[in-house]
């Protein structure tokens, strides 16, 4: 007995320690398991069954549990910093909170996270009422973003701006400040930089020119591709005002306008309202605008207001601002007499009157000029009680007076301007321009600086009154970033709206306008008083390459009498390939030609390039122009506008923008009122409307005279006009 007790003894002490070494190594892996568990719920956020886990789980395990959540907390924050929205993040932590665990970590990004909510909230509400101008409500919101997190950069930004904005208008109005001099033809000025609307690489820009280095910014503001324009660019404090008109079919007018805000550094380009303006200038606190639709008026700086100074349904011009009201001119639509007014803030009174008169206050005396007939016009300095004729003849334009020097164009042998300049102290012509030549023209004058400033085909020069070219300026390069960054923040015209589901036509004062489902033709009647002429100028829009067709009728046929569908008709030479330009025996073109192809392109071609025959014809052609003038290549005018001498006559021509987009202008025919067009003042017109080609149909006997027949039978009937047998129309299929 006592050796089997011996015995099991033994068997204890041998196996105890086996048994103790076995049920450690169990319990350590069940530990780690557990554990494990424990983390892999965390992660996937299954915080019920993980809260489950950590209530039964011992005091060691707990201990353990609690050393993950503090790391899995860390893990949230991080991901909380990274969630897609304030929200996002929000959701997050308040998952690992509501289930029970707690972190102070955690519970303080919470706090963060809800007042960066709730500043958000105010924030965009902010945003709101400053977006609609309501600028008193949105600061205040600002202000309260900041309260919540003082951080908010963009909150101080918005505060930033509208308090330099304010504070620029306070200071206008404390030192009478304009935008720019109330001179015409002024360039704003600011800070030894001159500030000018320039047009180049297919888009309109801002140009700033330091009028000592001569160093060159270019802001680009739009392409140019809905006819964009830029004008009446005004300085205030650290910011350029300006006008941006471009072309809308679906306006009464034709046109869209809007003020717009950019920073003198070129940065924030805003759009500030929609308009209808021709003129604007700043003074002291306000803007002065002319509105087609309602007269002279009066704005506040962030045009919440407008009061209106002068109603009327006549066109003002010539405004000029000075310290005790605005100088200003109707141009009467029903009657060739202008008359020049003063407004002394309450009431208009009328100082002068003639026939097309233009009428400038200065303090040593008046400028006045007006027609002697229907194509010259007389050019006065009056100085009572004196009245010295500056000029008598075909003037052009009157751009200013620079130190006591007018500085003024007349009308060259190609209808081109020429400057020439005059004093009135001694009444000395010290500058005239050659009429044979077609070279400068002034784009403006900076008062503060003396320069005038010349565009020509180089660019940009600098000259003085004595007009020696004192800088010739270099033109940077487009910024294509900029440009498309600022192309966001213009309200643009949506071209797929021209088109109507079906065939449709609107009529306005002067401006008629055809749809369909694949064209839009947008015809305006416009009087160039600067060459006495009446024009019509037609765009056209269309998904249709096939849309420009030809015909021939009699001589004493209207258009329409060769089809009576045809909605756009225009006269012209040679639409249509024929033997005379080509030279059988070479297989070579035999004079110069613009052809029209199957991809809605228009090409030249010159006979002296030798180009062959069948290289012209592979090109799908549907319409060869031959007979005329090739105007415009490459948007660049060409030395073929100046064959004629300059001879004005009734013209046709058809230029090309981009496929798809074209450009018709037709002239009136001379008369004792209306002076008719020369190639030359043709091809400024197409280069005026952006476009890349143009040509001119008629040759020694073929005018046009003829447009859609609406227009036709209101505007430009006239037993005396000659009807010819070729035309160009479109009509709907």
């Known amino acids: 007995m006592k050796k089997i007790i011996v015995i099991l003894l033994i068997i204890v002490i041998i196996a105890l ?115 609609n101008q309501d600028y008193e409500n949105a600061i205040d919101c600002f202000k309260d973003v900041l309260e919540y997190d003082e951080n908010y950069s963009t909150a101080q930004e918005y505060i930033n701006t509208y308090q330099s904005y304010n504070l620029a208008w306070r200071q206008a109005k404390d030192e009478n400040l304009y935008g720019r001099s109330p001179e ?79 920073s003198i550094n070129g940065e924030n380009l805003t759009k500030i309202t929609d308009c209808d303006y021709t003129y604007l200038i700043t003074y002291q606190d306000k803007f002065y605008a002319v509105s087609p639709s309602k007269g002279l ?93 500056i000029f008598a003849g075909d003037m052009y334009k009157f751009y200013g007076m620079l130190n006591n020097n007018l500085i003024f164009t007349y009308t060259g042998d190609y209808q081109q301007e020429c400057i020439r300049v005059k004093s009135i102290d001694t009444y000395i012509t010290s500058y005239k321009a050659d009429q044979r030549e077609i070279s400068y023209v002034p784009m403006g004058i900076c008062y503060e600086t003396g320069y005038i400033l010349l565009k ?40 797929e709206s021209y088109y109507s589901t079906q065939a449709q036509t609107k009529e306005y004062e002067n401006r008629w306008v055809y749809s369909d489902e694949n064209i839009n033709i947008s015809t305006e009647k416009v009087y160039l008083e600067e060459l006495e002429s009446t024009v019509y100028i037609s765009h056209v829009y269309t998904k249709d390459f096939l849309w420009l067709k030809s015909n021939e009728i009699s001589r004493l046929q209207k258009p329409s009498d060769a089809d009576e569908d045809m909605a756009w008709s225009m006269a012209g030479s040679a639409y249509n390939a024929k033997p005379e330009f080509i030279n059988e025996d070479r297989g070579i073109l035999s004079q110069d030609v613009c052809i029209y192809n199957v991809d809605g392109m228009m090409i030249a071609y010159r006979a002296s390039n030798v180009i062959p025959a069948e290289k012209v014809l592979a090109a799908e052609v549907l319409h060869v122009f031959s007979g005329g003038t090739i105007l415009l290549e490459n948007y660049s005018i060409t030395n073929d506008c100046q064959k004629d001498g300059g001879k004005t006559d009734g013209r046709s021509a058809i230029g090309m923008v981009e496929p798809g987009h074209y450009v018709v202008i037709v002239s009136e025919k001379p008369t004792n009122k209306n002076k008719g067009l020369s190639l030359y003042s043709m091809a400024r017109l197409f280069e005026e409307e952006k476009c890349q080609s143009a040509y001119c149909f008629d040759n020694d006997y073929l005018y046009a005279d003829a447009f859609s027949e609406n227009i036709y039978e209101k505007l430009i009937k006239n037993e005396d006009l000659r009807r010819y047998n070729q035309i160009l129309f479109y009509k709907k299929d």
């Open 184 to 262: 015409p033809n002024s360039v704003a000025f600011k800070s030894n930089n001159m500030y000018i609307p320039y047009e180049f690489d297919n888009s309109v820009a801002i140009l700033k020119i330091n009028s000592s280095t001569y160093s060159i910014l270019s802001f680009p503001i739009a392409s140019s591709k809905n006819e964009s324009r830029i004008s009446n660019i005004n300085i205030v404090g650290d910011y350029i005002f300006f006008l941006l008109e471009q072309r809308n079919h679906n306006t009464e007018s034709g046109t869209q306008t809007g003020v717009y805000r950019i």
């Open 297 to 389: 008026i009066a704005a506040d700086n962030y045009f919440t207001s407008e009061e209106v100074l002068v109603e009327t349904e006549d066109d003002i011009i010539d405004v000029h601002m000075v310290d005790d009201g605005i100088y200003y001119t109707i141009d009467q639509k029903d009657s060739d007499i202008n008359i020049h007014y003063f407004y002394n803030g309450e009431t208009s009174e009328a100082i002068d009157e003639d026939v097309n008169m233009h009428y400038y206050d200065y303090e040593q005396g008046k400028i006045i000029y007006y027609d002697i007939n229907a194509v010259h016009e007389y050019f006065y300095y009056y100085k009572s009680p004196n009245k010295n004729q």
């Open 17 to 131: 320690p086996i048994y103790l070494v076995y049920s450690n190594q169990s319990t350590e892996d069940d530990f780690y398991t557990q554990l494990n568990d424990f983390n892999i719920l965390l992660k996937e956020q299954q915080y019920e069954q993980a809260k489950g886990m950590y209530s039964n789980a011992s005091n060691t395990l707990k201990a353990n549990y609690n050393i993950s959540l503090e790391e899995h907390a860390g893990n949230l924050i991080t991901e909380a910093k990274k969630a897609g929205s304030t929200q996002a993040a929000l959701d997050l932590l308040y998952a690992y909170t509501e289930i029970g665990f707690t972190s102070s970590s955690i519970e303080s990004e919470i706090t963060h996270y809800e007042a960066l909510l709730q500043s958000n909230y105010i924030f965009q509400k902010g945003l709101d009422f400053y977006n």
């Open 456 to 495: 020509s085909e180089d660019g940009i020069s600098l000259t003085k009154e004595n007009m020696r070219i004192e800088q010739n300026l270099t033109l940077p390069h487009l910024n294509s970033s900029v440009l498309s960054e600022n192309q966001k923040n213009i309200t643009e015209v949506d071209t």
